[in-house]
C-alpha cells in the first residue's frame, strides 16, 4: 500500500485517475487530511463510498508513533518518534515571541555529515526520511498543541535536507499545497552544510524560499577541520551557488555560525567573514555552542563576553549579525543536541 501522507496533490490526482476519480477529488482528500486531520478514509464523507473503499484498498494512513516529550521552564518541547521501521527520530517545539512557534524538523534518522560539533552525526548515518515522515512531525505537533495559526518550519534537526533531497522537495509541496497545511514559503527555512548541487535544483525546483548555510568560519583551512563536506563543496563553491539564489521578498541568507572558543572566534575571523559576505545580502547568526555528552574536549563553546564582542566589531562594519537566543539545552534540544537516547 502507497502511505497517502508520502504523495504531493499532483501524484495523487495521477493515481485516483486511473480509477477515474475527478481531479477535485484530490483537492478534497488533501483537505480533509491536512486541515480537518482525519486519520480514517471512512471521516472523508464527501467521497462516495465506493471511492472511500478504493482508497482504503489502494493506501494507508501512517504516523509516526510519539513515545516521550520532554519540556523546558521557557516552553520548549521535545518530541521523540518512534517510526514504523522502528527507528527513532526528534523534533522540536520552540514557543517564539506574541505567541507564535517554530517547529524543527528532522529529515535524516542519524547524518552522513559529521560536522564535529554536532550530536547527530555521532549517530552515524541509519536512512533517508520519507515525505511522509518528514511531514507528519509538522502535522503532530501542530494538532498536539492546537496550533491554528502557520507556524513557522525549520528544517534544522536531525539531517541534512540536501542530502535526502527528492523526500525534502515532496514534503516542502505537501506542506504549502493550499489544500493541505498551507504554510507560507516565507514561513520555512531549509538549513545546509552546503550541498552545492542541491542549492542549484532548489533554486528551479522550489524557489522563494529560505535559506540557511551552516557556515561556522570563512576561513576554508579551519572548515576542513570542523565540516568534512568542506573538503568536497568548499565555501567558495557555496557562495558562487547562492549568487543567484532566490530569496522571498525582503529576506536575507541566513549564515550559521557556532562560536567555538579560541578557534572561529578571533580577529582573523572577523576579517574573512566581512570579506566574505560584504557583496551578499545575509543575516549572520551567531549560535553559543551547546556542550553535549558527544563533544571532543578540543571544541568549546565561547564565552558570552566574547561572542558580545565579536558581534558588535562585525555590526560597526555595517554586518547584519544576530545572537541565537538558545533554548532547550536542558532537554538535548537546542542547536546541534539531537541524538535519540532511547535508554
Known sequence: MIDIFSLTKDDLKNIIAEHKMENYRANQIF???????????????????E??????????????????????????????FQLKSLEHIESVLIPMRDDKFTICISTQVGCKMNCKFCATGKMGFKKNLTAAEIVSQVMFIMQDNNLKNSPNIVYMGMGEPLDNYDNTIKSLKILTDPDGLNISRRRITISTCG??????????DFPNINIAISLH?????????IMPINRRYNINDIMQSLKDFP??????????YVMIKGFNDTKEDEKALLKLLSHQKSKLNLILLN??????????????????????????KGMF??????????INAACGMLAVRTS
Do not use: C, M, W
Open 291 to 316: 556542550k553535549h555528552e558527544f563533544l571532543n574536549d578540543n571544541i568549546q563553546p565561547s564565552d558570552l563576553e566574547s561572542i558580545n564582542s565579536f558581534a558588535e566589531h562585525l555590526r560597526k
Open 321 to 330: 549579525v544576530t545572537i541565537r537566543d538558545s533554548k532547550g539545552s536542558s
Open 195 to 204: 550541498i552545492v548541487d542541491g542549492i542549484n535544483k532548489l533554486k528551479t
Open 247 to 256: 530569496l522571498p521578498r525582503r529576506k536575507r541568507i541566513t549564515f550559521e
Open 31 to 49: 483537505s480533509f487530511l491536512y486541515k480537518r486531520g482525519v486519520d480514517n478514509f471512512d471521516d472523508i464523507y464527501v467521497l462516495k463510498k
Open 51 to 80: 471511492q472511500r473503499e478504493y482508497l482504503k484498498s489502494h493506501f494507508s494512513i501512517t504516523r509516526p508513533s510519539l513515545k516521550t516529550i520532554s519540556t523546558t521552564d521557557d516552553g520548549t518541547k521535545k518530541y521523540l
Open 217 to 225: 568560519t570563512a576561513i576554508n583551512a579551519k572548515r576542513d577541520k
